[in-house]
């Protein structure tokens, strides 16, 4: 079992950056592929960003290709989430997940919010 806690949240104005990242417990972070998702309010949670267990390859929503950069550390069992050019439509709680790339996941965080004002 893995148990993931988000940090780096928090308030900033379009244009600007925030890095996300995701501490998971467990000796077994370096199988898991992790992903990135979002839920905005009245919306449904919605897929942002996958990596493979190796870091080897990524996957982004066609909205924020360009903008967001996943990436892990297996030494330190974290996911990171760089977010770039940020834009209101961004704002939402962003909960990282544990699982098999880059589309099934079992294991969730308590999520971060991102505020991102216009």
């Known amino acids: 079992q893995v148990q993931l806690v988000e940090s780096g949240g928090g308030l900033v104005q379009a244009g600007g950056s925030l890095r996300l990242s995701c501490a998971a417990s467990?000796?077994?972070?370096?199988?898991?592929?992790m992903g990135w998702f979002r839920q905005a309010p009245g919306k449904e949670r919605g897929f942002v960003a996958a990596?493979?267990?190796?870091?080897?390859?990524?996957y982004y929503t066609d909205s924020v290709k360009g903008r967001f950069t996943i990436s892990r550390d297996n030494g330190k069992n974290t996911v990171y989430l760089q977010m770039n050019s940020l834009k209101p439509e961004d704002t939402a709680v962003y909960y990282c997940?544990?699982?098999?790339?880059?589309?099934?996941?079992?294991?969730w965080g308590q999520g971060t919010q991102v505020t991102v004002s216009s």
């Open positions: 997940a544990a699982g098999s790339y880059p589309h099934s996941y079992d294991y």
């Open positions: 467990g000796r077994t972070f370096s199988s898991y592929g």
């Open positions: 990596i493979s267990s190796s870091g080897g390859s990524t």
